[in-house]
């Protein structure tokens, strides 16, 4: 069988994890499914079952009091309620099983681990500050990092690092350094993901989350109705008989109660909003009982980005990333995508912009050799290649037709597209309604609609809100200041101070069991964008996504023929295709 059709093949998809089944509530298909995922499986309450069971569950953060969950510095960040400030770099590695694929040839496999690899990067790496490292076979038990094991149901029973016998489970479950369920226990962090490769690529993903610290959005006992551990929230019942396999004994962690709320709990924040009946974000990757065909890509929902940037940061200030996680990079006679390391290599992976003339910047690096050049093509001509060059008119890019990103990932919208005066601009989900979703930055400093003569412009009242008026130049109320005062955040002064644009709504930092709100809220699709007093939190930060237009010729686009380490970048005929489409953090 092919890998595509492979991927698509079983109707349980993604509703086994643990070992167990992962209902689908409310439809006719959640017994059917349920027998196919667990046929074959341990009866709950064997210790078979209750191994992988505990091993699933036993990344669970309960509260702010992080501790070997979450990797690098973001543990210690997430356990001070603080946002980390240094990037996260987690070795991968593939364990072998020569079942795993059956009847897979040699190119067949290399392709399978690569789309799988890209899974983890465009949604987990693309978003956060996390390099995920490698890649490559696992050349020991006690290798750190995250292990893989892919496997079937015609792989044969293996023996685990501790003793204990390892066996495919009909979904994939995650397991930490004291079940040792592939490599040793290394790090003291999340360190072993088994898949089956009858799954669907939001399964692997989702596995993805739970071994960078993130557990199930049901388990938040905050969120109204229940949770997974008194059995009263829709899926109950699919992890047991409730908080008797959440012990202290098992796990020296306590259930969670009321005085210890789950600050970040199954990565989201919860919300009713949208939601009616259910007591957490249905649309999170990490809802444990939610049917796998609302789980297209991209994956990750609004909340989910917003959690997982709260915890491992956002890519630093004139990062310009691939939608696989690379960074640009520049030597002293080559722009290239990077290999391994991403984010804070020196300085030649930072580009940040300098005005060139017209509505075009420079983007400029500090090359290996130590010189200040800027990036352009070698010629006005598709194919050209990118070199650092001597900075210049010459060498500039359109920050032109593109997305605006913000908090959790949506994008900045024009409410239903209106060329009409004093029309709304929210935020909705990136790509909805792609048209209404297009802005230039001017040389000015005013977000234009599109390339038509409509702008973004505060109201004047307090804390006004973002409008659509004719362009005006002469207007203090459309011109902003971009990477000011912070990377990402987009100002004005108002005379007396500045101000930011915010996605309004309960900030991430408000996202404490202290602060009153004990995370309820959230990034939520139409929310209004106004201007406050610049501040730390999420809301207020924004990047650029989509095509890179060369300065001479807005038609030729910065391209990419790969994602390997080493790729050269070209010019190329604007194409609209993921080969063009770069995340730019200013």
Known sequence: MRVGALLVALPCLANCEAGEDEPVTGTSTQASMAEACGAGLPPEGSAAADGERIAGASQALFGSRASNYFWGDADTAAANNTLVNTRTDIPVCWESDPNALPGFTTPQILAYLDSHRALVERTWSRYARINMTGWGACTSATQPGIHVRLCSASSAPWTNPNGSIGTCPGGGWVGVNNTGLNGAGINGKPNGVRFNTSQMDAVFVHEFGHALGFIHDEVRHSASGGSEFDGTYPCAGQMGDGASIYTIAQFSQPVPSLSNAVTYGGINWGTNAGNTGFPYQWSSIMAYCRNPVDRPAPFLSHYDVAGLQRIYGRRQQGTLLSTRAHCTEASATQVFLSGANCDEFANVQEFPPVLSDSDQWNLRTTS????????????????????????????????????????????????????????????????????????????????????????????????????????????????????????????????????????????????????????????????????????????????????????????????????????????RTCAFTEAQVWDYYF
């Not at 002064?493 to 991430?508: F, I, R, T, Y």
């Not at 910065?558 to 994602?563: A, G, V």
Request: hydrophobic share 35%.
């Open 368 to 571: 290996s050799d130590g010189s200040t050049r800027c990036i352009a093509p070698t010629s006005v001509a598709d194919g050209a290649a990118v070199t650092p060059q001597t900075c210049s008119t010459s060498t500039d890019w359109r920050f032109q037709n593109m997305l605006l990103v913000g908090f959790g990932g949506m994008c900045l919208d024009l409410s239903n597209g209106s060329l009409t005066a004093g029309n709304a601009i929210n935020v909705q989900s990136c790509g909805l309604n792609l048209a209404n979703q297009v802005w230039t930055r001017t040389r000015h400093g005013q977000i234009k609609f599109g390339t038509t003569n409509w702008c973004a412009q505060l109201d004047s009242a307090a804390g006004g809100r973002l409008r659509l008026q004719a362009c005006d130049s002469a207007n203090s109320r459309q011109i902003f200041s971009f990477s000011s005062p912070g990377a990402g955040q987009i100002s004005r002064w108002n005379g007396s101070a500045n101000e930011c644009l915010d996605v309004s709504g309960p900030s991430d930092a408000q996202f404490h069991p202290t602060s009153g709100y004990a995370g309820s809220g959230g990034p939520n699709a139409g929310a209004a964008v106004n201007a406050v007093a610049c501040n730390s939190a999420l809301n207020q930060r924004w990047n650029l996504s989509g095509a890179l237009r060369y300065g001479a010729d807005a038609n030729l686009c910065l391209h990419r023929d790969s994602e390997a380490g080493g790729t050269s970048l070209t010019l």
